[in-house]
Antibody, heavy 120, light 107 residues
Framework: EVQLVQSGAEVKKPGESLKISCKGS????????IGWVRQMPGKGLEWMGIIYPGDSDTRYSPSFQGQVTISADKSITTAYLQWSSLKASDTAMYYC?????????????WGQGTTVTVSS | SYELTQPPSVSVSPGQTARITCSGDALPKHYAYWYQQKPGQAPVLVIYKDSERPSGIPERFSGSSSGTTVTLTISGVQAEDEADYYCQSADSSETYVFGTGTKVSVL
């Protein structure tokens, strides 16, 4: 079964760092792009960026460039989203999603989401 | 920055047809995708490549494209179709954007 399993909920203070994970299984991890999506409480989906684990080619949305870092470790089939200094406005649900093999296939498999709460 | 515009809400009676539009200047150049999101759940892909339906998605879901507007149509709406729906398209190579989202209410 193809699946993406994300790490558990996090509660952090402003200024702290954080790295959340997304582990892929059931498919060739290096051959599919993995994207990250933010959903703030009660709001819509926002595209953050995407990585190709095969060569770590990474593309960021202009809104998130410089705010987060997307990475991947293909040896353990895991993608990551990290912050160096969290803000209260980073409080949100974060989803990882696999882009289908072809560019036109869309985001066909989603993780269950990771809730990040940033509060003093 | 590039935007995809959707109506905030659509209301429909069971058995009727719901149509959700998504407008964006680059839609003629890039495929559109549609996702369904129910409360407390991750999004699910319901349409890809403008009008293709993934396996397991009911036939009542269909997509179409015309110029700068793409449309998701749900024919014979059922109570279980009540959800938020988001369009998505590419801005440039491997850079994507989501629409503003539409809440479908089944009366």
């Amino acid at each position: 079964e193809v699946q993406l399993v994300q790490s558990g909920a996090e509660v952090k203070k402003p200024g702290e760092s954080l790295k959340i994970s997304c582990k892929g299984s059931g498919y060739r991890f290096t051959n599919y792009w993995i994207g990250w999506v933010r959903q703030m409480p009660g709001k819509g989906l926002e595209w953050m960026g995407i990585i190709y684990p095969g060569d770590s080619d990474t593309r960021y949305s202009p809104s998130f460039q410089g705010q987060v870092t997307i990475s991947a470790d293909k040896s353990i089939t895991t993608a990551y989203l990290q912050w160096s200094s969290l803000k209260a406005s980073d409080t949100a649900m974060y989803y990882c999603a696999r882009r289908g093999y072809r560019a036109e296939d869309g985001m066909d498999v989603w993780g269950q989401g990771t809730t990040v709460t940033v509060s003093s | 920055s590039y935007e995809l515009t959707q109506p905030p809400s659509v209301s429909v009676s069971p058995g009727q047809t719901a149509r959700i539009t998504c407008s964006g200047d680059a839609l003629p150049k890039h495929y559109a995708y549609w996702y369904q999101q129910k409360p407390g759940q991750a999004p699910v892909l319901v349409i890809y490549k403008d009008s293709e339906r993934p396996s397991g998605i009911p036939e009542r879901f269909s997509g179409s494209s015309s110029g700068t507007t793409v449309t998701l149509t749900i024919s014979g709406v059922q109570a279980e179709d009540e959800a938020d729906y988001y369009c998505q398209s590419a801005d440039s190579s491997e850079t994507y954007v989501f629409g503003t989202g539409t809440k479908v209410s089944v009366l």
